[in-house]
């Protein structure tokens, strides 16, 4: 196990609780009574073929995706449609997407600093203070004033990164945030990535950087046909030992 | 036709350009309705003599236009709402509006205003300029609304779910992130309808409104001299159009944020 997760955390309740959670798009059964649960301080790696649902737990945390059955508690609340328990619970649980979404018509300090003004109720000035110092944090200080399509990709990444962190979440959530990137641009994503895992943060992260999950995460959860494979810490997960035949024949495709 | 936006030093940036070239634009437009008698009256008979009526007709033109046209903007934003809303009844008196408006002449609709609604109810009989305004504002804002729709619609899913996962409520994802993006989207058609707007105006002068048409018409009834009284006409039209044209311009330039336009 890795240095940022202590035992003493993970014995303690868990962050977040997954209970017989069931999801269908039509007839297509994606999710089949998940149960899990994630703890403060560990960084998980979902992996998956695509179609296997990862991105679809993923995204019912915050409830951008619904669940037709079972239960989901962020921090002790429910995850419920009830509005107002629904923006207090994605205020606590920041996301960062594939495809960045960051807002185009808002300069990169904009975008960072506007839900903590709208959300937390900080004034302009410390918002913008707090977005000053993360947009240092992931490098790109000297940008605070661009619009996010004069930004690279892995530069729009990084300001979607610290769009998420001005609300001081306590989890994160990561879909697939280097696949949308050209391969010279992943790394600096990852490396931003790697210190905020080094910083203790929570991090849940859907990716198909083998790297990543081999240094980084404490857990590694494999999703196939809608249900939990294996979960195991890296180490044994992608161990010489592994002798399930879905896994070896998923991580045969990946690494090739 | 040369953009005003072009004029100013390339060292000024997107904003400041926009915001020289609107205030510009706008102050032309008071100016042109403030001294056009000046450049009519040097003009010969049968304008020279009649700069005041045509000056008049000029203001009321403008007028009908400013106020239809920011009226019919707000019914526009308010029945894509309506169009778009979670709530049945909404989306169907939205539905209902935006069909007769668009489906029936606006001449239709200009002579039911100002006849027809008094007969309905008396508290509805409206002077010839406020019926030309209701009429018109109705009729552009059905327009806008489809226009504005358009916009609401294209604004990409990703944005939505990004404001959801930070903790917006709908209130703040609407005026924050989808409008913005909405408006910008929608702001050339919506500028196709106020230009239309402006010359839908003249439509006024079935119920008596002495706009620009009517000023004309009225001159040439009484100098009997068609030909240099409705090129007058067409040429004040025209320079309006342009004038708003440019203001417009600035308009969408200001929204121009991924400088898509060079």
């Given at each position: 196990?890795?240095?940022?997760?202590?035992?003493?955390?993970?014995?303690?309740?868990?962050?977040?609780?997954?209970?017989?959670?069931?999801?269908?798009?039509?007839?297509?059964?994606?999710?089949?009574?998940?149960?899990?649960?994630?703890?403060?301080?560990?960084?998980?790696?979902?992996?998956?073929?695509?179609?296997?649902?990862?991105?679809?737990?993923?995204?019912?945390?915050?409830?951008?995706?619904?669940?037709?059955?079972?239960?989901?508690?962020?921090?002790?609340?429910?995850?419920?449609?009830?509005?107002?328990?629904?923006?207090?619970?994605?205020?606590?649980?920041?996301?960062?997407?594939?495809?960045?979404?960051?807002?185009p018509h808002l300069t990169?300090?904009d975008?960072?600093?506007?839900?903590?003004?709208?959300?937390?109720?900080?004034?302009?000035?410390?918002?913008?203070?707090?977005?000053?110092?993360?947009?240092?944090?992931?490098?790109?200080?000297?940008?605070?004033h661009?619009h996010?399509f004069?930004?690279?990709?892995?530069?729009?990444?990084?300001?979607?990164?610290?769009?998420?962190?001005?609300?001081?979440?306590?989890?994160?959530?990561?879909?697939?945030?280097?696949?949308?990137?050209?391969?010279?641009?992943?790394?600096?994503?990852?490396?931003?990535?790697?210190?905020?895992?080094?910083?203790?943060?929570?991090?849940?992260?859907?990716?198909?950087?083998?790297?990543?999950?081999?240094?980084?995460?404490?857990?590694?959860?494999?999703?196939?046909?809608?249900?939990?494979?294996?979960?195991?810490?890296?180490?044994?997960?992608?161990?010489?030992?592994?002798?399930?035949?879905?896994?070896?024949?998923?991580?045969?495709?990946?690494?090739? | 036709m040369n953009r005003l936006l072009s004029i100013w030093p390339a060292r000024w940036t997107r904003q400041q350009r926009s915001s020289a070239t609107m205030l510009t634009a706008s102050l032309g437009l008071v100016l042109i309705l403030w001294l056009i008698?000046?450049?009519?009256?040097?003009?010969?008979?049968?304008?020279?003599?009649?700069?005041?009526?045509?000056?008049?007709?000029t203001r009321v033109t403008v007028q009908l236009t400013l106020v239809a046209g920011l009226i019919g903007v707000a019914l526009g934003v308010?029945?894509?709402?309506?169009?778009?809303?979670?709530?049945?009844?909404?989306?169907?008196?939205?539905?209902?509006?935006?069909?007769?408006?668009?489906?029936?002449?606006?001449?239709?609709?200009?002579?039911?205003?100002?006849?027809?609604?008094?007969?309905?109810?008396?508290?509805?009989?409206?002077?010839?300029?406020?019926?030309?305004c209701?009429?018109l504002a109705?009729?552009v804002g059905?327009y806008n609304?489809?226009a504005i729709?358009?916009g609401?619609?294209?604004?990409?899913?990703?944005?939505?779910?990004?404001?959801?996962?930070?903790?917006?409520?709908?209130?703040?994802?609407?005026v924050d992130?989808?409008f913005p993006q909405a408006f910008k989207i929608a702001l050339p058609p919506l500028v196709n309808n106020i230009v239309a707007l402006l010359k839908d105006s003249?439509?006024?002068?079935?119920?008596?409104?002495?706009?620009l048409?009517?000023?004309?018409?009225?001159?040439?009834?009484?100098?009997?001299?068609?030909?240099?009284?409705?090129?007058?006409?067409?040429?004040i039209y025209l320079l309006l159009t342009t004038v708003m044209t440019q203001i417009s311009d600035a308009v969408e330039r200001r929204f121009d944020f991924e400088g898509k336009l060079g």
């Open positions: 196990m890795s240095a940022h997760a202590p035992a003493a955390v993970l014995s303690g309740p868990p962050l977040i609780a997954v209970d017989g959670v069931n999801k269908r798009f039509g007839p297509h059964h994606v999710l089949k009574d998940v149960s899990t649960q994630f703890h403060a301080g560990q960084v998980t790696v979902i992996l998956g073929a695509s179609g296997s649902g990862k991105s679809t737990l993923l995204r019912m945390l915050n409830r951008l995706e619904t669940h037709d059955s079972g239960r989901i508690v962020v921090d002790g609340t429910e995850v419920s449609d009830d509005a107002r328990q629904l923006e207090r619970l994605r205020a606590d649980v920041g996301m960062v997407f594939q495809q960045f979404n960051l807002f990169v300090l975008n960072v600093a506007l839900a903590p003004r709208r959300v937390r109720g900080l004034s302009r000035a410390d918002a913008e203070a707090r977005a000053r110092e993360l947009l240092e944090r992931v490098g790109l200080s000297a940008h605070a661009k996010p004069q930004l690279s990709g892995g530069q729009q990444q990084r300001v979607a990164i610290a769009r998420a962190l001005a609300m001081k979440p306590k989890v994160l959530l990561f879909d697939e945030p280097t696949s949308a990137l050209d391969p010279e641009m992943v790394k600096e994503v990852l490396d931003v990535m790697k210190g905020l895992a080094a910083s203790g943060m929570t991090m849940l992260v859907v990716t198909h950087e083998m790297g990543f999950a081999r240094e980084v995460a404490d857990r590694v959860l494999f999703i196939d046909q809608g249900r939990i494979a294996a979960d195991a810490p890296p180490a044994q997960f992608f161990g010489a030992q592994q002798d399930n035949e879905r896994i070896r024949a998923f991580l045969g495709q990946i690494l090739h | 008698t000046v450049p009519l009256a040097m003009a010969p008979e049968p304008i020279g003599n009649n700069a005041q009526l045509f000056a008049e007709g308010l029945a894509a709402l309506g169009k778009v809303s979670r709530i049945a009844p909404l989306r169907w008196l939205a539905a209902f509006y935006i069909w007769v408006m668009r489906g029936t002449p606006l001449l239709v609709q200009v002579l039911f205003v100002y006849f027809a609604l008094p007969e309905v109810h008396p508290l509805l009989r409206m002077s010839e300029f406020t019926a030309a209701v009429a109705l009729n059905a609304a489809e729709r358009a609401l619609l294209a604004v990409p899913k990703g944005q939505l779910e990004a404001a959801k996962a930070l903790g917006l409520s709908r209130w703040h994802t609407f992130i989808t003249s439509l006024a002068f079935t119920i008596g409104v002495v706009e048409t009517n000023a004309g018409s009225q001159v040439k009834s009484t100098s009997f001299q068609a030909v240099p009284v409705f090129i007058a006409t067409a040429l």
